[in-house]
């Protein structure tokens, strides 16, 4: 099986950073074997999930807009996208 890492970037508006974080807990992350949440600065933040298939992260994806829509009064927009967000085939890795 190849799994599939996805990184979603997410610009917070100021006073928002609790209630997103609150958001972000309760979305369900049963299709995914390993995610993150990481502050990279004040208001700006990284989701990174694994998931062991791409047919997981289409389900995903479709849940996913729908909790975006949800939150998208508390993000600010990266020119004209609510997120940035990248994915790929994980080619190595490890745990330590």
């Given at each position: 099986m190849t799994n ?9 508006k100021e006073g ?17 074997v390993f995610w ?61």
């Amino acid at each position: 099986m190849t799994n599939v890492i996805t990184v979603v970037k997410y610009k917070v508006k100021e006073g928002f950073q609790d209630q997103f974080l609150d958001a972000i807990n309760s979305y369900d992350y049963s299709k995914t074997v390993f995610w993150r949440f990481v502050a990279l600065n004040e208001n700006e933040y990284v989701s990174i999930s694994e998931y062991t298939s791409i047919d997981d992260t289409g389900d995903d994806e479709i849940s996913g807009l729908e909790w975006l829509d949800s939150v998208t009064h508390m993000i600010e927009y990266f020119d004209k996208n609510r997120t940035q967000s990248y994915s790929g085939i994980v080619l190595s890795g490890g745990n330590a």
